[in-house]
């Protein structure tokens, strides 16, 4: 079975300084890792995703993730935070079997202080 | 518009009765997923169709609720006699044999 803990469920950061997301995974197999953001009355949107090629995972609007075995973490990043980037954030777990379904964290909220 | 379309996109009802929500999804994907994402909470998968073979189904799918898919292109999901419980965001996704999923907007269902 797999899992997913983001350890946040709420991160407060100022506009222009680093934002940290984190999760820590537990699957079975070799999963594919998957980070999406929620903005409000909006769909999930694929920020980006570990599928065993590189461990650090460039995705778009300057996120980047590094998957960490050893520690079994996924953690989120971004250097400058932007006002934009408020969002509920998920951390995601696929097995790469069967149904390939997604199994997700509970969310991390940002929040950008101007 | 080419993403995965949802209707309606809010619902409300009433206790006790049966709503059904539609979900088209990308035309050449051969897999629809449906998830359910209460307030505060991550999505949870429902249920899945390969083409228009339901092929999984999550414990959380009980007997009220039933998905189809005919003909393998658009998909609806019923929830009879719906209980407050059942009041979520339900969330649809298709994906080309597991890769690339597309998520929809959503249908938010409030049971009062």
């Known amino acids: 079975a797999q899992s997913v803990t983001q350890l946040d469920s709420h991160v407060s950061v100022s506009e222009g300084t680093p934002v940290l997301l984190r999760c820590n995974y537990s699957?079975?197999?070799?999963?594919?890792l998957f980070w999406y953001v929620q903005h409000p009355n909006k769909g999930l949107q694929l920020l980006l995703k570990?599928?065993?090629?590189?461990?650090l995972v460039k995705g778009i609007n300057g996120f980047e993730a590094e998957f960490k075995k050893s520690e079994t973490s996924f953690h989120l990043t971004k250097p400058s935070a932007h006002m934009s980037d408020a969002a509920e954030y998920f951390c995601?777990?696929?097995?790469?079997?069967?149904?390939?379904?997604?199994?997700f964290g509970q969310g991390t909220r940002l929040t950008i202080n101007p | 518009d080419t993403g995965v379309s949802q209707n309606p996109r809010h619902k409300i009802t009433k206790r006790g009765q049966n709503v059904t929500f539609r979900c088209d999804p990308i035309?050449?994907?051969?897999?629809l997923y449906w998830y359910r994402q209460t307030l505060g909470q991550g999505p949870e998968f429902l249920t899945y169709?390969?083409?228009?073979?339901?092929?999984?189904k999550s414990r959380l799918l009980s007997d009220r609720f039933s998905a189809e898919r005919p003909k393998g292109s658009f998909s609806t999901l019923e929830i009879q006699r719906t209980e407050q419980g059942d009041s979520a965001m339900y969330l649809c996704?298709?994906?080309?044999?597991?890769?690339?999923?597309?998520f929809g907007s959503g249908t938010r269902l409030t049971v009062v």
């Open positions: 996704a298709s994906s080309f044999t597991g890769y690339g999923y597309t």
């Open positions: 699957s079975s197999y070799s999963p594919s």
């Open positions: 570990y599928t065993s090629a590189a461990t």
């Open positions: 995601v777990v696929s097995d790469n079997q069967g149904a390939q379904k997604l199994v």
């Open positions: 035309s050449e994907h051969n897999r």
């Open positions: 169709f390969q083409n228009e073979a339901q092929l999984e």
